[in-house]
């Protein structure tokens, strides 16, 4: 498969340049804060003492600053959220762009990881080193006590020795709980172990504190190197100066040390800060429960959720986090909107489907199993919701399908959440958009999923064919499994029967089929599902095709 380099440019082109820059960032910061501890000559002494140990260290410390600060900003949903919705970022590619702050995010923690192995690493031989070149000459220079003072001694009884083990420990919850095994299997550890970060930050901005390094203050009235007063005659003869020289030589007072003044607060507060005031904002906003007014159970284990909030306002493509206390005051999790107020209509709705522990938790609060006891009751029980919360709407890139000519969304599974919104918005008139063709495929296990959103696929059909815009919405319905498979026979769902096809996709057919169909064109990919398709639809939109239609690939992922 030929990658074409204009498509190629348009889906990984931003990204790349910004990887770029931020590699570039670190690099160029490493090699001056290397090269300042190298040749400084306030840090003559230190380096004579540490070698290069001192100099790496200190580098990767300034790279564990500039990514702690960086770490923070793509988490920020509300302030991405208002940027993508406003006049401020016109650009669609800057707007594609804002759909990689996870991505981003993942990167500044990789690397953090990465050079706290390459900053402990040094530390741990500086310690060596400070025992075993302990300076009867400069002793405020000496981390150690004494000479041969024990290593584990030193790092037990400094505070940054004694920090510096805590964020160790820190880093390593969080790094080992991200792994998609475990985010997959018991998502309640990944989320309880990410937010220590606020333990990581306190303590990082405490790790400086113990001045564990120090740097020559009078430099000039003592040069690096001079001849001190009390200096040795064995040492003059290593000089092997001139006796002229060993005057000018001679230092006019002894060396004065001091720590360094911290810094790690300034790169990180301002960050920090912005990220306190954005969650006390949400903390704010979501504070108030919203009202359930109905739940339905569909097939395939998926429960559909309407709910009212006052002022709640949300564009298709947008998602919320819910958070139940019923099931754990701690925990949020995101969903998708599939069902956006309107004028006429002040409820939304979301589609979950009940997978791990805490959406079978809450399901069982919404849609609890019937007591016998009140079975034979004359009365009717009225049912009790728990009580919920929502934090939202957010961004997504399933916002950007209304901004193309023609957009191609790509669902697998409970995957047809985001275009779920879309349709709803096409049903109920929206206008204003830029978008005059649509090509919804969705692929399914098991022929009952589609009944999901079966009425909302034949109203929209029923819609646009009453307005005579037949070639408007391009539907396409693939089921995999094949087991038992039975057809859609009802008569209010004949255009979905139609369009039913039976096996896996054809993707590279599909895709020059769109090609040839919009020549020329920048056509928007949309695609929410498993990570195979995602894949081969990523390799398609880069390929060169003879259409000259350039495919911009856009994929579904929650901060």
């Keep these: 498969m030929t990658v074409s380099l204009r498509s190629w440019v348009a889906n990984e082109g931003g990204k790349h340049f910004v990887l770029m820059l931020w590699l570039g960032a670190n690099t160029w910061l490493f090699l001056m804060t290397f090269l300042l501890y190298f040749t400084g000559q306030q840090y003559h002494y230190l380096y004579k003492m540490l070698g290069l140990g001192l100099c790496i260290s200190r580098a990767s410390a300034s790279l564990l600053n500039l990514n702690c600060s960086l770490v923070l900003l793509p988490m920020c949903r509300s302030l991405l959220t208002f940027v993508r919705g406003t006049h401020t970022v016109s650009s669609r590619e800057t707007r594609r762009l804002l759909d990689k702050s996870k991505t981003f995010h993942v990167a500044c923690g990789v690397s953090i990881c990465i050079f ?28 150690a006590r ?140 979501s504070s108030d429960p919203v009202t359930i007014v109905t739940v339905i159970r569909h097939p395939c284990d998926v429960i559909e959720l309407r709910m009212l909030k006052k002022n709640f306002k949300a564009r298709p493509g947008q998602y919320v986090v819910l958070n139940c206390p019923g099931v754990s005051s701690f925990e949020n999790h995101p969903f998708t909107l599939t069902t956006c107020p309107t004028e006429n209509k002040e409820t939304f709705g979301i589609h979950l489907r009940v997978v791990g522990d805490w959406t079978e938790r809450f ?31 957010f961004g997504s890139p399933s916002e950007e399908v209304f901004n193309y000519d023609v957009s191609v969304c790509v669902a697998g599974g409970i995957g047809v959440t985001p275009f779920a919104c879309v349709l709803h918005a096409l049903l109920d008139g929206w206008t204003g958009f830029r978008l005059q063709r649509l090509y919804f495929v969705w692929v399914c296990r098991e022929l009952q999923s589609f009944y999901w959103f079966a009425e909302l696929l034949c109203a929209l059909h029923h819609k646009l064919w009453q307005e005579n815009k ?90």
């Design 470 to 559: 037949p070639d408007y919405f391009n539907l396409k319905l693939y089921v995999s499994q094949t087991d038992n498979l039975q057809s859609m026979s009802e008569e209010k769902y004949r255009p979905l029967a139609s369009r039913l096809l039976v096996g896996r996709p054809r993707w590279k057919l599909l895709f020059d089929e769109i090609g040839k169909t919009n020549k020329h064109k920048r056509v928007g990919v949309f695609c929410c599902g498993p990570k195979g398709i995602s894949r081969t639809l990523h390799k398609l939109c880069n390929s060169a095709r003879s259409s000259g239609t350039t495919f911009e690939f856009n994929k579904e992922s929650f901060s």
């Design 146 to 285: 004494y000479k041969g003072e024990d290593p584990k001694l030193i790092i037990l009884t400094t505070i940054p020795g004694v920090t510096g083990v805590l964020l160790v420990l820190i880093l390593f919850l969080m790094f080992t709980s991200s792994s998609y095994c475990v985010r997959l299997s018991n998502y309640e550890i990944f989320w309880y172990t990410h937010n220590l970060f606020i333990v990581f930050y306190i303590i990082l901005m405490v790790h400086m504190v113990g001045g564990a390094l120090k740097y020559q203050t009078n430099v000039e009235a003592h040069p690096p190197g001079c001849l001190r007063a009390n200096q040795s005659s064995t040492e003059q003869q290593g000089e092997e100066l001139e006796q002229g020289e060993d005057e000018e030589r001679r230092c006019g007072e002894e060396a004065h040390f001091q720590p360094h003044y911290p810094q790690t607060w300034l790169w990180v507060s301002g960050p920090l800060c912005l990220y306190c005031a954005e969650r006390f904002y949400r903390y704010i906003r």
């Design 363 to 393: 399901t069982q609060l919404l849609l609890p199993e019937p007591r016998m006891d009140l079975e034979i009751l004359p009365m009717v029980q009225q049912r009790r919701y728990p009580k919920l919360y929502i934090d939202g709407p």
């Design 116 to 143: 706290s192995v390459v900053h402990v690493s040094a530390h741990l031989v500086n310690v060596v080193n400070f025992s075993v070149s302990y300076s009867e000459d400069f002793p405020a220079l000496n981390l």
